[in-house]
């Protein structure tokens, strides 16, 4: 399946609903910035020599212990696909929202279930990414890793003993590496204990961000929680720490939504009823909203409040109802106007079919 | 049947949905009010002489040409009924709110169907009052009319040349009359068209309130719109004039319903229908919240947009889903955050078995 036939499916493997911990911890994500030796940064780059990068990595691709390691990624240039295309891609958390700026040089490779994802030419030469469904951040490094190794089978990544891994911004040099996880945090947002959480966060190193990465807002009770620190701690180090805050995270979301449940019941039983009454009637629906109405019934299928749906279906939608995904089904432009009453019509569809 | 029976049935004739102009006109009502003869208005009157205008009321409906004229009425002394009694016979709109406070002398004379009512002893001695489905100010003048006339086959109305039928408030002198309509005009509200409206109808003399009368808050995009001027005009010119005002209303918010749906028809579709689904599927639901609720689904049924249930439903739950007739169901004190459950509770049952 080439780049843009993945394009047509919403479904990315992080999706799955055979994630551990899939309740509250939505996917894990590990990615490294690799440059390749002897070749200037992407930002200092002539035009000849961007491509270099390109062949080199496609040339890294195709060797057979790259394969067997790390399986067979497709490349894509991102000139190659239309705006929306684009921001398909971003919206399924493939690539960066900047890597759609300025694409000219830009190529993006996937492997098919869409784990693996490589994008080049981005900030740094390679930005080398897992993305898993639920708590896996072990084994998102373990794959990143084989990867890495599949390609330095054939690249050469500038290293420095004192340093580690060079990278464009210093605040990736030493492992190059940030790892994260999406959390659903509604019952720690319910029970207002979500800025004291966030706090502690801070303090422990980690940042928290929303569910688009740097910048964006936290949507629909998603966060996005990443190591800040690159340099001085080994991998294994860095995934222990962000693992072990994370299942304390885990903890306090659980009690959280116990406690919300054995106190006011009707409230969350409110709450979640709403959404779905909502989500099987509305007539127009924004991005906003969907996205809550999505957490909440997230937060009912836990709770075993709401009649059987797949979780995959909720991760799909959170894809499927961004304004890229309904211009791509209505197969034309869109008002927003028109994309809140397709919103709408896509969301009834589906919790009606569920 | 006793009122206090009466009182275990949420409906009255006026929440039929045979009225004429019954998707915009809830109900029509007029009332009237009389000063007994010779008797100190009621503020001035000493205990036992309250109770003379009970016995002369009472006997007054015992009369065959009162019965004959306005069917028969049953008494019953306020102070027999509880707190949330009381309350609900203002809920039905068949007494004032005034008229629950210091009830010691207070009776009111019910007909079964709850068409015509009386007051004894609220701010005059008496106050007629019909209350019928739908646009029947004519029909509900003629009512009142009979029942006057039947009364006055027993009773002394004080009553001047110069200044007509006496009262305590000068502002009801005259006919001592007050014709109102009970609209529904959400067509207006969603077109931001409401305000001139009712500008146009305070400079032409009519006065505009809310759900339960004076003073109280539009709930539920309903305006009760009745005459300010009592004296120096025929009841039938009052009548007259308030049916060509509403005639003119009722063209305008037929206008505004079909133009909204004619220009965004989704938006409506979205109002009725998340109204729907909320009312199917809401665990905790405010007094406010399902005034607006019922308010959308009534408008959802005028458009042909939802599947068919009776108006006369609708117009029960305006009562049913008050604090005072969810106590009398549940048969036990409701705190604020129980009432909310119980009528979430009510409307989810009754839209079920629609």
Redesign the interface.
Known sequence: MSVKETLNDAHSRWMDDDGPENGIIISSRVRVARNLLGIPFPHLLEKGKAEEVICAVQLALENSEMIELAGRLELCRMIELSPVERQILVDKHLISPAFMNDCQDKVVALREDEVVSIMVNEEDHLRIQCLLPGFQLENAWQTVNMADDGLEKTLDFAFSEKYGYLTVCPTNAGTGMRASVMLHLSGLVLTRQLNGVLEAIHKLGLTVRGLYGEGTEALGDLFQISNQITLGQAEEEIIKNLSSITTQILAQEHAARAAIYKGKK??V??RV??A?????????ISAEEVMQLIADLRLGLDLDLLPPMPVRMLNELMVMTRPAYLIKLAGKELSQYQCD?YR?NLLREKLHSA
Do not use: F, T
Not at 276 to 284: E, S, T
């Open positions: 009707e409230m039983e409110d009823w709403r779905y009454g909502l989500g099987m009637n509305a007539r127009i009453v709408a």
